[in-house]
């Protein structure tokens, strides 16, 4: 085992929360360290960039995917009373799972942190809504994020950075059917530029966004926060899989970690404080994993909450078609949303509220013989015809909504498997409720209300129901009660001094809106405690 110096802070992860704590705290003179399991990747060897990129795309997911449909070989197990359909989707490297994600950046509104008090179901944040807003601002300038203030349920706020993208034919196509049944179709704020920056094109819509965006476009932790940690100082290592943290003899304070390199050599970070950010499951994963005979159920888990509560919205997409060509493989993949059905009301049969985004998902025309051709076997004329009548014709829209889980609903060691390192495999055990199911015959109801309204036909299920992979949370909740909590309202572990966690498994609650912006929010918000704890304030941006 090797063992380097003591540092100030030790990030575990360098995706979407970690990238911004290195950052805002390198930035201001804390020696900081972040030890990332995946390898960098460049933009040259994003498959976007390479004329035949729809051949490619399964190798970016392949890079770093650890979804086991995708052939990576460190697997999640499925725990066997859960939603078979539930897929984990994300990525292994640095920037995280912001490297082919859609960029889908709405705030939460106030009623979201209520939902206890208003509802009676899932939990109360322990912060205020307007702890949030500074963050909000200050995360939306250094991403550059793009949005106009169409919207009329978004929450007081200030313009956005830079103007909004603007709409596509197809979303514009679907707007037309928002119009007609009263909805606020408006323009989807996204951590995308639509203004050049220095190093990064502006969007160019080339509709590409999930499989890595060659212009730059994409706000993504590698090209904003993570260079702006490099640059001050932060010392990004790659390859490092953190297997556990070390805590002192007294068992009362956290005083590094060890991580494994790629040839299976143990290393020890010694750190005055350790940062969490390996996402909603492999944050719980590593804190069972640090037990000790003092601590068996694992790291600063005295509530037995450590993996519990996990969470990830519901979902639902309608596919539909339309005479004419609306070319939704143009445009970045969300480029539109709805949110009248966002707040939760009592008049409704379920808790809670959700989402529509209006989507450019189609990919090129690799993708779509594919997908929706090749199976009929046609040759010559016919296939000419099919592919000029199908083609740029097809649109889907999707609706993201609240999952309110239980403690059975939950993140643990699988207690036979292990991956290449020879560390336990994390289960995922994930189930929908009443509330969930009600939500989602809701939610198919209107997205075929919409897509109608459009003039689409035609019109079939994409996801009929489940959880979204993607947006993994609240397996370490954060609150004030350290019997009901993992965690304190600045991301500080009850149990462990130094011991912070500042990924989504801090969500009490899913809330409607896509989590990455609160993430980041919420890592700025840590951050800044952080340094104010030390008589310190974040840097001016
Ligand atoms: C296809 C897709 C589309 C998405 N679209 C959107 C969207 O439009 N809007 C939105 O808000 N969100 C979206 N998301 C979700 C978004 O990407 C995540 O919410 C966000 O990246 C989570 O941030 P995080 O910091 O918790 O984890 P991540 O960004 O996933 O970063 C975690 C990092 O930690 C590393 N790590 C984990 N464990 C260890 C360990 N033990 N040692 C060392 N390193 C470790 C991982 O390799 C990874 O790089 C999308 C996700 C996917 C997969
Ligand atoms: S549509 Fe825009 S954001 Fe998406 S990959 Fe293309 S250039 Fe990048």
Same mark, same amino acid.
């Given at each position: 085992m090797t063992s380097d110096d003591e540092v100030d802070i030790c990030v575990v992860g360098s995706g979407a929360s970690g990238s911004v704590i290195a950052a805002e705290l390198a930035r201001i003179g804390y020696s900081v360290v972040i030890l990332e399991s995946g390898q960098a990747l460049h933009r040259e060897a994003i498959p976007t960039a390479k004329p035949d990129w729809e051949h490619r795309t399964s190798d970016f997911y392949r890079s770093g995917q650890t979804d086991p449909s995708f052939g990576q070989k460190d697997p999640v197990v499925y725990g066997p009373t859960g939603d078979r359909r539930f897929r984990v989707s994300r990525f292994r490297g640095v920037g995280g799972s912001t490297m082919h994600y859609e960029g889908f950046y709405t705030r939460i509104h106030p009623g979201d942190i209520h939902r206890r008090r208003d509802t009676g179901m899932g939990a109360d944040w322990p912060i205020k809504y307007a702890e949030l807003t500074p963050h909000y601002d200050r995360v939306e300038k250094m991403l550059g994020v793009s949005g106009a203030l169409d919207n009329r349920f978004e929450p007081e706020r200030p313009a956005y950075p830079n103007p909004a993208i603007a709409m596509s034919c197809a979303v514009k196509q679907v707007k037309v059917g928002c119009d007609r049944l009263g909805l606020n179709a408006a323009h989807a704020p996204l951590a995308i530029i639509s203004r050049p920056a220095p190093g990064r094109g502006s969007c160019n819509f080339c509709g590409a966004c999930w499989f890595g965006c060659m212009q730059g476009a994409i706000s993504n932790a590698s090209q904003t926060y993570i260079p702006v940690a490099v640059r001050h100082g932060a010392r990004l290592v790659t390859g490092a899989t953190v297997s556990r943290v070390t805590v002192d003899r007294r068992g009362r304070r956290a005083d590094g970690v060890e991580y494994l390199d790629d040839n299976g050599a143990l290393h020890k970070v010694r750190a005055r404080r350790v940062v969490l950010c390996g996402n909603g499951i492999e944050t719980p994963r590593l804190l069972l994993m640090s037990s000790r005979t003092d601590f068996p159920d694992g790291l600063a888990n005295e509530s037995g909450l450590v993996g519990r509560y996990f969470t990830a919205h519901c979902h639902v997409s309608l596919a539909g078609s339309f005479d004419h060509r609306i070319n939704a493989y143009k445009g970045p993949n969300i480029n539109g949303m709805v949110q009248d059905f966002w707040d939760h009301r009592d008049d409704r049969d379920f808790a809670g509220g959700y989402v529509i985004a209006l989507r450019n998902a189609e990919l090129g025309p690799y993708y779509h013989y594919h997908r929706h051709v090749r199976k009929r076997g046609l040759f010559g004329e016919h296939l000419v015809s099919r592919m000029q009548n199908s083609f740029g014709h097809g649109v889907n829209i999707s609706a993201y909504g609240e999952h309110f889980s239980s403690a059975d609903d939950r993140v643990d060691l699988d207690p036979v498997r292990t991956d290449s390192k020879g560390l336990p495999v994390p289960r995922v055990t994930i189930r929908q409720g009443d509330n969930e199911i009600a939500m989602q015959q809701h939610m198919r109801q209107k997205l075929d209300d919409i897509l109608q309204a459009s003039g689409a036909h035609d019109i079939r299920i994409i996801t009929a129901s489940g959880n979204l $992979? &993607?947006? *993994? *949370? $609240? &397996?370490?909740r954060m609150g004030s009660d350290p019997k009901t909590s993992v965690t304190d309202a600045s991301g500080k572990t009850h149990q462990i001094e130094g011991l912070y966690i500042a990924d989504g498994s801090l969500f009490p609650t899913t809330t409607p809106a896509n989590p990455t912006l609160t993430i980041q929010a919420l890592a700025t918000r840590i951050a800044h405690l952080i340094a104010r704890g030390d008589g310190r304030s974040l840097a001016t941006i």
């Open positions: $992979g &993607t947006h *993994l *949370l $609240g &397996t370490c």
